[in-house]
């Protein structure tokens, strides 16, 4: 752990950004001197360049993976960037469950995450592995354990009515950018427990900025000196300055005499502990990657689902008519039905492309002999669309996650993945659900919505959102 800043707010924190930045490319630069695994150790694969797969995984995802199974079957390699490393993909459910159920002691999931180390930092959930990990996530879970959910229900209820509201009648616009707004006020009040104006307006830009990243930056990341060019230096200020805000609300926070009081999510991490060493808790640095991996990880991701939602329901009156009487229930039942429509959506339109895994030692995975340093994880994008695991899966149907109204089995969590699955199932994964659900709860209970033209998925960051922003028409109810 890094000491907790405690100078004046306008303490220099440059420092801490440069040495995240200089750990987190030299993480995914990885050992030079490590011998390149041969083609004969690994499943078949492309043998286009290295360069030319990346490009291909990062930007055609939903061109590449089809494409991947189609020739090659239920498991392939693709060479990646910097130094053709291996990554093989399975989409076979078996597969998956055999990666989650693994040891997560040799198959570590922070290096697989590698690409994200220079934003979100080397304390980030996402980035760690074996001991630490498990000592963050036993920190973190308090936050995102029932009692907290119900109460963070209401605090996105306030949020979402407000921007709501806001709105025009027979207003038509890209739902894409109205989401983002909305999830971005719910992290900003719900998670980072900001609520001065001024402090707002200095966050969003940054914030902004830090999720609307193209893949070429995330790659770039492979080669340190681009970061003097271009929009590498950019996103470097970027980072700089938004790394100043953050570290002074937490050093804010930690002044606060209500901290105990407060129910934010930054809170809420402030003052957890673990019973059996109670003096162990999260200082600033930690405290700073975690916000910023909460950020990456539910912000866009919630608001491409919401907007593919949306843009789903506005295509189908029947549904939507199905959805605002769930939403008018305000039940269980109903916000039961809401959160279905929004696991529907991360289905038909994966955000994340794959869940990875790095080998520390050589495994026996899928029936294949892997050595050390393979990357191995099932397809998103393969196992959401197999009509084997989704039955007419070019449909829109979110009864397929009731069972009681579907008739079937609810898809297991071996097929269903778009939060990964075992020990590093996302910790989040009930706040975004809870959030999405009530998002729509509060849009459905006052408009009818349309979609206004048709859209496709394309990559933003490590993101996939609609092309047109899933552009609606919303006209209020009667």
């Keep these: 752990m890094t000491a907790e800043l405690t100078d004046d707010a306008g303490a220099d924190t440059r420092p801490l950004t440069m040495q995240r930045f200089e750990r987190g490319t030299g993480t995914l630069i990885g050992d030079p001197g490590r011998a390149p695994i041969p083609r004969s150790a690994l499943p078949p694969g492309p043998r286009w360049p290295a360069l030319v797969q990346t490009v291909a995984l990062m930007r055609f995802r939903h061109q590449f993976h089809p494409y991947l199974h189609k020739k090659y079957g239920d498991a392939y390699t693709v060479r990646l960037i910097p130094g053709g490393r291996p990554l093989v993909l399975f989409t076979n459910p078996d597969v998956t469950k055999e990666i989650f159920a693994a040891d997560p002691e040799v198959f570590h999931a922070g290096k697989g995450n590698a690409v994200l180390g220079p934003i979100m930092g080397e304390h980030s959930l996402l980035l760690q592995d074996g001991a630490e990990h498990h000592r963050a996530r036993k920190l973190l879970m308090p936050a995102f354990l029932g009692n907290a959910l119900r109460g963070y229900r209401t605090m996105v209820a306030e949020v979402a009515a407000e921007e709501v509201d806001s709105w025009t009648d027979g207003e038509e616009f890209a739902s894409l950018d109205r989401m983002n707004a909305l999830t971005l006020e719910v992290i900003l009040s719900v998670v980072f427990g900001v609520s001065d104006e001024q402090r707002l307006a200095a966050l969003r830009p940054r914030v902004t900025a830090t999720v609307d990243i193209r893949p070429a930056i995330l790659l770039g990341w492979a080669y340190p000196w681009l970061q003097r060019f271009g929009p590498w230096r950019r996103t470097v200020d970027n980072q700089i300055e938004l790394d100043r805000l953050m ?13 105990e009081d407060r129910k934010d999510v930054l809170s809420r991490l402030m003052t957890a502990g673990d019973p059996e060493h109670p003096d162990d808790r ?42 605002q009487r ?34 520390m030692k050589p495994a026996r995975v899928g029936g294949f002999d892997l050595p050390a340093g393979t990357t191995v994880g099932p397809s998103i994008v393969m196992s959401h669309q197999l009509p084997a695991n989704f039955p007419d899966p070019d449909r829109f149907l979110p009864e397929r996650f009731l069972p ?8 297991s969590l071996h097929v269903w993945i778009p939060f990964g699955g075992g020990v590093r199932r996302c910790i989040g994964a ?27 998925p394309r990559v933003r960051n490590i993101t996939s959102v609609p092309r047109n922003g899933a552009r609606i028409r919303v006209t209020r109810r009667g």
């Design 282 to 323: 999260l200082d600033d640095t930690e405290l700073r990657d975690q916000l910023v991996t909460l950020l990456l990880a539910g912000h866009e991701t919630t608001a491409s689902a919401l907007s593919w939602a949306l843009y789903e329901l506005g295509r189908d009156p029947e549904l939507l008519a199905r959805c």
């Design 326 to 359: 769930a939403a008018d229930a305000g039940d269980a039942a109903g916000l039961a039905w809401l959160e279905a429509v929004l696991k529907e959506s991360m289905r038909l339109h994966p955000i994340i492309p794959m869940v990875v895994r790095t080998l």
């Design 247 to 259: 570290y002074a609300v937490i050093r804010e926070r930690r002044a606060a005499a209500d901290v």
């Design 404 to 411: 009681d109204l579907s008739g079937t089995e609810a898809p």
């Design 430 to 456: 009930g706040f975004s659900l809870m959030e999405g659900a009530e998002i729509l709860r509060q849009v459905l209970g006052k408009y009818d919505v349309a979609a206004v033209a048709d859209d496709v």
